[in-house]
Structure formats: C-alpha cells, structure tokens
C-alpha cells in the first residue's frame, strides 16, 4: 500500500532561520513525488516535483530513495511562506491519483 | 480561462438529504479528479476520470456517492442520503495526460451536513 507520512504538524521559526519540512514515503517502485502548498485563502497548488529538480521560492526538495524520503528545505526562510503543506506521491509515469500526506503548517515569525 | 471552477462554494444541508456538487475543468485538460478533505488531514482520493470514462474510483466511494463526467467537460459529485460523517471539504481537480503536467485544483466545496 502506498502512504505518505509527515511526521509533524506544525514548525514556527523565524524569518531568516532553516527550514526542512519532513515527508517519508511507502510504495513498492519508484513513485513521483511532489510537494503542494496551500496559502491561506488559496487554492492548493503545486510547488515543486521531484523530477525537475528545480528549486521554486527558494524551497528545494531532494529524493533520497535509501531512506524513502523527500524532505523540503528552504535555507532562509520569508514570512509569505507561511502556509500549509503536503507532501504527496502518485504512480510513476501518469497523473493518475495522488496520496497526500497529513500536511504541516509553517509558521515564519517576523 | 479561469481555471478549475467549483460550485456551491458552500452546502449547508440536513442528514438524509441529497446533495449535488459540480465542477468545471480547465477546458483543455482530459483528466478530472474528485478529493474529500477533512480536517487536520490531506486530500484523500475519491475517482477520477479521463474525458468522460470513470478509471478509478475509491473504496472510500460509498454506493451513496455518484460521480458522472458526461461529454468529458464538465463533472458532478452526487453524495445521496448524506450523513454527518460526510461533512467535508470536496475538491476537484484537472489535469492532461501528460506526464509531469501536474494537477491544477478548484477552491473546493464545503459540505456541512447538520
């Protein structure tokens, strides 16, 4: 079975500080990996994916396939990063379903 | 275009009521898919379709529960006999076939049964 898990709920730090958002996945392959985020009053949408290797606002993610994780990191972080976030996974190759982890909220403090 | 459309924004309605909720796609994208949110969790996976076939759907899709996607535009989520263990968030979403493309989401309807 596939799962997602983000083991924490909340993480408030202050502007400026580190931040890593944590996600571990369960799936027997290889999944696509993705982070959506949802600002307050907003649609959720999506962030980054981990096939493109990208880094949006600031934030990347990286695919450690050893410890099935896929954490966010972000070095610096801005008070317009407040919101929630989900990690989520689908099968590889397709946009069929995505599962979503809990989801976490980051608070930035000015 | 302005993107996944969702309508009512709200549904206040009494248990044993049926309730119909609708969402419109962004016009060129051929897959839609329906979520239940409730809170402190994430979006669950309810059904999806590719233009109008239904491909999936979940066992969390009670027989209470009905999705249609005729002439693949448009889809509606029907949820018969509501209980309060439906109250929720139900989002819709779209997307093409291509792989990567990513989902595009509505702002969801929120259904509270009373």
């Known amino acids: 079975a596939q799962r997602v898990t983000q083991p924490e709920k909340l993480l408030s730090v202050f502007k400026g500080a580190p931040v890593e958002l944590k996600c571990n996945y369960s799936y027997s392959g290889s999944p696509e990996l993705f982070w959506y985020v949802q600002y307050s009053r907003q649609r959720l949408q999506l962030l980054l994916r981990h096939i493109s290797r990208e880094s949006i606002k600031g934030f990347t993610a990286d695919l450690n396939k050893g410890e099935t994780s896929f954490h966010l990191k972000k070095p610096f972080a801005q008070e317009e990063d407040s919101a929630m976030y989900y990690c989520a996974l689908s099968p590889p190759g397709a946009n069929s379903k995505l599962t979503f982890g809990k989801g976490i909220t980051l608070s930035v403090r000015p | 275009d302005t993107g996944v459309s969702q309508n009512p924004r709200h549904k206040i309605t009494k248990r044993g009521q049926n309730v119909t909720f609708r969402c419109d796609p962004i016009s060129e994208h051929n897959r839609l898919y329906w979520y239940r949110q409730t809170l402190g969790q994430g979006p669950e996976f309810l059904t999806y379709?590719?233009?109008?076939?239904?491909?999936?759907k979940s066992r969390l899709l009670s027989d209470r529960f009905s999705a249609e996607r005729p002439k693949g535009s448009f889809s509606t989520l029907e949820i018969q006999r509501t209980e309060q263990g439906d109250s929720a968030m139900y989002l819709c979403a779209s997307s093409t076939d291509r792989v990567f493309s990513g989902y595009t989401f509505g702002s969801g309807t929120r259904l509270t049964v009373v």
């Open positions: 379709f590719q233009n109008e076939a239904q491909l999936e």
